[in-house]
């Protein structure tokens, strides 16, 4: 009886096409990433200055709450005789 022996390797070694192809899938983020960094980046930064833009700020007059505690009727901030008032 002759024996008949089949050397297919081949078809042992399936691993090596899938190796390639995740090195493969691990260049495509990579290059994702650093696309969208550029795509995005440019975008989160300030718009450039118009040289004759007019900007217009209107501010509320401030004032300044009163400290004197002297029997007014308002407690203010400093009530009480803790000796730390603002005269």
């Known amino acids: 009886m002759a024996?008949?022996?089949i050397n297919n390797p081949s078809a042992l070694r399936s691993d090596e096409g899938s190796a390639?192809?995740?090195w493969i899938v691990a260049l495509l983020i990579v290059a994702?990433?650093?696309?969208?960094?550029?795509?995005?980046?440019?975008?989160?930064q300030?718009?450039?200055s118009t040289p004759d833009a007019n900007?217009?700020?209107?501010?509320?007059?401030?004032?300044?709450?009163?400290?004197?505690?002297?029997?007014?009727?308002?407690?203010?901030?400093n009530s009480g005789n803790s000796?730390?008032?603002?005269?």
């Open 3 to 5: 024996e008949t022996v």
């Open 83 to 87: 000796g730390n008032q603002v005269q």
């Open 46 to 48: 300030a718009p450039a």
């Open 32 to 44: 994702g990433i650093i696309l969208a960094g550029v795509y995005v980046v440019p975008r989160l």
């Open 55 to 77: 900007i217009n700020v209107t501010l509320p007059e401030g004032t300044i709450p009163s400290t004197n505690n002297s029997g007014t009727g308002n407690p203010g901030i």
């Open 20 to 22: 390639a192809a995740g």
